[in-house]
T-cell receptor, first 107, second 115 residues
């Protein structure tokens, strides 16, 4: 299967700081998504981004498919941004997830 | 429109026992996928059910089995529980096996602890 690696594994930020999360994947993809796992365990889709750049408020994402990586940017972080962020590659009938980045934003 | 609901939310079982987890799919969805998320790891695909038939399976032993019912709800059954089966079990529903972000919805999961 496809290998998905995420870095850093853990991140602690002061409120208001910016951050960049990285996802490397082992094969060409046409379905890459970023998810946020909330404290109740539910995975919420943030971006569908197999290539290019998208922005949604304080979050943006970029995927360079030819170089097999994707970046998630969080600007002006808030305590509500805390949680685990996953990159997932969709192929066939399943998603392959990375091990996630655990983000803690402190006031 | 209701989302994906899973039950129970938490469960404690003894090694060797059997467990059944339940998932109600989102209205209009006919596909259910199950994932296992061990502590500190990303979710891993167990299997998918489409119109009551298994449609693909990940690297899990046969003691992990499932069902999908005519209303498209689903069950995950695990026999002969092992300590390593302790995890968050996530269910996702979608339409026609699609992985589209516009219709692939996760539930909040069942936290299973095996002691």
């Amino acid at each position: 299967g496809i290998q998905v690696e995420q870095s850093p594994p853990d991140l602690i930020l002061q409120e208001g700081a910016n951050s960049t999360l990285r996802c490397n994947f082992s094969d060409s993809v046409n379905n890459l998504q970023w998810f946020h796992q909330n404290p109740w365990g539910q995975l919420i889709n943030l971006f569908y981004i197999p290539s290019g750049t998208k922005q949604n408020g304080r979050l943006s994402a970029t995927t360079v498919a030819t170089e097999r990586y994707s970046l998630l940017y969080i600007s002006s972080s808030q305590t509500t941004d805390s949680g685990v962020y996953f990159c997932a590659v969709g192929t066939g009938n399943q998603f392959y997830f990375g091990t996630g980045t655990s983000l803690t934003v402190i006031p | 429109e209701t989302g994906v609901t899973q039950s129970p939310t938490h469960l404690i079982k003894t090694r060797g026992q059997q467990v059944t987890l339940r998932c109600s799919s989102q209205s209009g969805h006919n596909t259910v996928s199950w994932y296992q998320q061990a502590l500190g790891q990303g979710p891993q695909f167990i299997f998918q059910y489409y119109r009551e038939e298994e449609n693909g399976r990940g690297n899990f032993p046969p003691r992990f089995s499932g069902l999908q019912f005519p209303n498209y709800s689903s069950e995950l059954n695990v026999n002969a529980l092992e300590l390593d089966d302790s995890a968050l079990y996530l269910c996702a529903s979608s339409l026609d096996r699609s992985l589209s972000p516009y219709g692939y919805t996760f539930g909040s999961g069942t936290r299973l602890t095996v002691v």
